[in-house]
């Protein structure tokens, strides 16, 4: 298993380019099996959850091919009229995502059979609102031996209220209503901008979508969709890390190709700590300030400030001058960092759903674990900071969501390295 080592006290200055988003490519490379044909999506990120989602597709008998040289961010993706409508235990449980597969297959195939994803490191992270959704669109759904199965001959359009806002089921219901007869009115969707995203890569296959990006979609089914070459959109978590980075060793990082507007809430709060984030025309720019001032975050659905982004913006509020209240709304168990964080120094003491950050002058580097993808990111921005030397360990959770993270950092000045074992 990997290692990451950090030697902290770098001031992190530069330029560094954002990958494209994870949370992005997942639910597109899961929409084009919507149509028959040749795919080809553009700017894919590199990483291990995309490799996990071809993987799939293999299995189920769609190829996917990764692009060489100048092509190298591309896959292409042959989808036949027929496949292996399912995705076996394996790999949803190393990937919850999985599920996106459902609402798309039932759709074209009228069955899809997928394995229930079970706990996870940040909470229970049901799916009844998938599945409740597809049933209104009248798809038949059983429960058996740890997989879900929904069967329907044909999905019927129908009004569907989301009970809480989900992102990847707001996705699966609008990629299953596609291809539905009549129109499907989704409420209480999900508004993030990869659901939006993802409406304009299916609109661009022939889709019928409209108020994707509000909470209110109105979707009229068509009879088929055609393929699609798509741009995935930047990563605006990779982004925020980045930008967090900056703030953190009182730095001065442009991130190119960001999008400000994905990023409000998260700039918002930088300036509000006395950070320095400006919107240039290729990317942001965030300069650290000298003193990192105390501010309090609670993590909503979008536009609200993003549960990927607390634990980064944690480790900024741990070394503030003073006291910070994180609250966290939308998953249960998502401060696991909280104890890796305690012990490089950090004062902070968890009360339910809120944690408070007395910020300390400093970190000190020690060994560390990570327990999930955004944890891993908040233990390496930590160990940037902190005097001495951080490992970090299970960094493959890392490797979930951060492109060649190490190197990016590096690029801008960190003292950081690889271990492979
Ligand atoms: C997506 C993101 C993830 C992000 C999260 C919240 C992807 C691939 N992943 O995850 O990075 O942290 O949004 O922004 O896009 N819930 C239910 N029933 C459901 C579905 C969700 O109760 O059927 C609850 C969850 O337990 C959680 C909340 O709703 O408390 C939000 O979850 P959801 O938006 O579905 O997260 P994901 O789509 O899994």
Redesign the pocket.
């Known amino acids: 298993m990997d290692r990451i080592i950090v030697e902290g006290g770098q001031r992190l200055v530069g330029e560094v380019e954002v990958s494209g988003a994870?949370?992005?490519a997942?639910?597109m490379l899961a929409g084009v099996l919507l149509a028959e044909g040749r795919h080809r999506l553009r700017n894919v990120p590199d990483l291990a959850?995309v490799r996990t989602l071809c993987k799939l597709f293999e299995i189920m008998g769609a190829r996917t091919q990764r692009g060489e040289g100048a092509l190298a961010d591309a896959i292409t993706i042959d989808v036949d009229a027929s496949l292996t409508p399912e995705a076996p235990y394996d790999l949803v449980r190393t990937m919850?995502?999985s599920?996106?597969v459902l609402g798309p297959l039932v759709a074209r195939l009228g069955r899809a059979r997928v394995s229930l994803p079970g706990g996870c490191a940040?909470?229970?992270?049901?799916?009844?609102?998938?599945?409740?959704g597809l049933e209104r669109l009248g798809a038949e759904i059983t429960l058996e031996h740890g997989y879900v199965e929904a069967r329907a001959k044909k999905l019927v359009g129908a009004k569907f209220t989301?009970?809480?806002?989900?992102?990847?089921?707001?996705?699966n219901l609008m990629m299953a209503a596609c291809l539905a007869e009549g129109r499907t009115i989704l409420e209480n969707a999900?508004c993030?901008p990869?659901v939006e995203a993802l409406a304009h890569m299916l609109n661009a296959m022939g889709a019928r979508i409209r108020g994707a990006g509000t909470p209110a979609l109105t979707i009229d089914g068509v009879r088929s969709l055609r393929p699609v070459e798509h741009p995935i959109i930047p990563d605006r978590?990779e982004a925020g890390t980045f930008l967090v980075a900056a703030a953190l060793t009182q730095g001065d990082v442009l991130v190119k190709g960001a999008l400000p507007e994905h990023m409000e809430a998260l700039i918002q709060k930088l300036r509000a700590t006395g950070a320095r984030v400006t919107a240039e025309q290729d990317g942001v720019r965030c300069q650290g300030a000298d003193v990192i001032l105390p501010t309090d975050i609670k993590?909503l659905?979008?536009p609200g400030f993003?549960?990927?982004m607390q634990a980064q913006l944690m480790v900024l509020l741990s070394v503030a001058k003073g006291s910070s209240m994180v609250t966290e709304t939308?998953?249960?168990n998502r401060f696991m960092h909280v104890l890796e964080l305690s012990r490089m120094g950090a004062d902070i003491r968890i009360d339910g759903k809120v944690a408070l950050v007395k910020g300390v002058p400093n970190l000190s580097g020690a060994p560390v674990m990570a327990t999930d993808?955004?944890a891993s990111a908040c233990l390496v921005l930590a160990g940037l900071r902190a005097r001495g030397q951080t490992e970090i360990r299970r960094v493959y959770h890392l490797d979930r969501?951060y492109e060649r993270m190490e190197e990016k950092l590096s690029g801008l000045g960190a003292r950081i390295e690889r271990v492979r074992d």
């Open positions: 994870k949370n992005a997942l639910p959850d919850r995502a599920v996106l940040i909470g229970a992270r049901p799916i009844d609102q998938h599945l409740k989301f009970d809480v806002v989900s992102v990847t089921g707001t996705e999900a993030e990869e978590i993590t659905a979008h993003p549960t990927d939308v998953f249960e993808l955004r969501g």
